[in-house]
């Protein structure tokens, strides 16, 4: 498939803040590419120099082949590119359908146009209702159709289900997935929040300080994540500081078997290597490790458990409810299942000895 936004070395600094340190990314035709990181990293200003609102100071950004900003320059409304910014920006005083075709030029063509997107997001029906009329989430999907309307060929959505609560936010995001792909949309997608981006894109790519840590399928960035950082930026971890040899790491909960055991040897860094476990990957159960439980925290669908071992050492459980949870205080056994995953030693952060690394979030 045919590289539909290519970014290459782009640099932005605001006086004395570098937003963009050297960005490389490529978004394949017809892919969402979700980038996530936490506020401040640059995320905006990546996708305001797509849209052409922003102009980098080094570097160079083609679409669809043609360079639009490097050597020269394509103003934003030539760029075949829509934008959905965090609150859908729509015109009060016109209704839904006037919102939806504004950039359109006036026939039947157009009033097609506008029944067919409001029907991918599913407004059909509410085209006589002024923005007023219309519940948050239904405004942002006025907003998607609107930017879908002229037929773009790269969609921009910057934090577009932010100010949605987490319910409606699911149901947006997973129906705004739906259009783009019908349209055969290219989209890029920025977002502070994991779960969002793992669950709609076809890569993330994960930044920190002005630089893309990783980009990768989302399975990819969730269980082989580059470095510590990114390990508990995506999800809860536990990281082990580990001996790793023949495939095998020896930690404080026994040994695990390593999905790449060639990293475990690359670095000068001394001979411990930092191994990842998922709270997934983490059992409870009549044999194993000995363990103390700290937290409890319910979440409906599972809880998440901290068991700390007789050192201190905490671990992170996933535990389905359904089943009779643990308390706090409570001795427990566990163990660890499945492969372990050895990371990068993390440029910027000294890893702790073992322990929590992530958040729920
Ligand atoms: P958030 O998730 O909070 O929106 P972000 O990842 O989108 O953050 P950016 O808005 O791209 O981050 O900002 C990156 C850095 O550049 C920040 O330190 C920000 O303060 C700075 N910055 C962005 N725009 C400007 C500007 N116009 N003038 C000065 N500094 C700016």
């Not at 570098?18 to 979700?34: F, I, Q, S």
């Not at 987490?166 to 947006?172: E, F, G, I």
């Not at 960035?221 to 390990?231: N, R, T």
């Not at 671990?315 to 359904?322: A, N």
């Given at each position: 498939?045919?590289?539909?936004?290519?970014?290459?070395?782009?640099?932005?600094?605001?006086?004395?803040?570098?937003?963009?340190?050297?960005?490389?990314?490529?978004?394949?035709?017809?892919?969402?590419?979700?980038?996530?990181g936490?506020?401040?990293?640059g995320?905006?200003?990546?996708?305001?120099?797509?849209?052409?609102?922003?102009?980098?100071?080094?570097?160079?950004?083609?679409?669809?082949?043609?360079?639009?900003?490097?050597?020269?320059?394509?103003?934003?409304?030539r760029?075949?590119?829509?934008?959905?910014?965090?609150?859908?920006?729509?015109?009060?005083?016109?209704?839904?359908?006037?919102?939806?075709?504004?950039?359109?030029?006036?026939?039947?063509?157009?009033?097609?146009?506008?029944?067919?997107?409001?029907?991918?997001?599913?407004?059909?029906?509410?085209?006589?209702?002024?923005?007023?009329?219309?519940?948050?989430?239904?405004?942002?999907?006025?907003a998607?159709?609107?930017?879908?309307?002229?037929?773009?060929?790269?969609?921009?959505?910057?934090?577009?289900?932010?100010?949605?609560?987490?319910a409606?936010?699911?149901?947006?995001?997973?129906?705004?997935r739906?259009?783009?792909?019908?349209?055969?949309?290219?989209?890029?997608?920025?977002?502070?929040?994991?779960?969002?981006?793992?669950?709609i894109?076809?890569?993330?790519?994960?930044?920190?300080?002005?630089?893309?840590?990783?980009?990768?399928?989302?399975?990819?960035?969730?269980?082989?994540?580059v470095?510590?950082?990114?390990?508990?930026?995506?999800?809860?971890?536990?990281?082990?500081?580990?001996?790793?040899?023949?495939?095998?790491?020896?930690?404080?909960?026994?040994?695990?078997?390593?999905?790449?055991?060639?990293?475990?040897?690359?670095?000068?860094?001394g001979?411990?290597?930092?191994?990842?476990?998922?709270p997934e990957?983490?059992?409870?159960?009549?044999?194993?490790?000995?363990?103390?439980?700290?937290?409890?925290?319910?979440?409906?669908?599972?809880?998440?458990?901290?068991?700390r071992?007789?050192?201190?050492?905490?671990?992170?459980?996933?535990?389905?409810?359904?089943?009779?949870?643990?308390?706090?205080?409570?001795?427990?056994?566990?163990?660890?299942?499945?492969?372990?995953?050895?990371?990068?030693?993390?440029?910027?952060?000294?890893?702790?000895?073992?322990?929590?690394?992530?958040?729920?979030?």
């Amino acid at each position: 498939m045919a590289a539909h936004v290519e970014i290459d070395g782009l640099t932005k600094r605001f006086a004395n803040v570098t937003a963009l340190a050297g960005v490389d990314l490529t978004v394949e035709a017809g892919h969402l590419l979700a980038v996530l990181g936490p506020s401040g990293c640059g995320k905006t200003t990546l996708l305001r120099i797509v849209a052409g609102f922003e102009r980098a100071d080094a570097g160079r950004v083609s679409l669809a082949g043609r360079e639009v900003d490097g050597a020269c320059v394509v103003p934003p409304h030539r760029r075949g590119v829509a934008v959905v910014p965090q609150e859908g920006a729509l015109f009060p005083h016109l209704r839904v359908g006037e919102n939806v075709g504004f950039g359109l030029p006036r026939g039947r063509e157009s009033a097609r146009r506008v029944e067919e997107v409001l029907e991918l997001v599913g407004l059909v029906g509410l085209e006589k209702r002024y923005p007023h009329e219309l519940s948050g989430g239904q405004q942002q999907r006025v907003a998607v159709a609107r930017a879908l309307a002229p037929r773009p060929t790269l969609v921009l959505l910057d934090e577009p289900f932010a100010a949605l609560d987490a319910a409606l936010r699911a149901d947006l995001r997973a129906d705004v997935r739906a259009a783009l792909a019908e349209d055969h949309a290219t989209a890029l997608l920025v977002t502070h929040d994991q779960e969002e981006a793992l669950s709609i894109a076809d890569e993330v790519a994960v930044m920190r300080d002005g630089r893309v840590r990783q980009c990768a399928a989302p399975e990819l960035v969730y269980w082989q994540p580059v470095d510590p950082w990114v390990a508990s930026f995506v999800g809860e971890a536990t990281v082990f500081r580990a001996r790793v040899r023949d495939g095998i790491a020896t930690t404080v909960v026994g040994n695990v078997p390593v999905l790449d055991p060639a990293r475990g040897t690359d670095s000068s860094a001394g001979p411990d290597r930092s191994v990842l476990v998922r709270p997934e990957q983490v059992i409870l159960g009549d044999h194993g490790t000995q363990a103390a439980v700290s937290e409890v925290t319910y979440y409906g669908h599972d809880a998440t458990v901290v068991a700390r071992l007789l050192d201190g050492t905490p671990i992170i459980v996933r535990v389905q409810t359904g089943h009779r949870l643990p308390v706090v205080g409570q001795q427990v056994q566990l163990r660890i299942e499945g492969a372990g995953h050895v990371l990068a030693d993390d440029p910027d952060a000294t890893p702790r000895p073992s322990g929590l690394t992530g958040s729920r979030g």
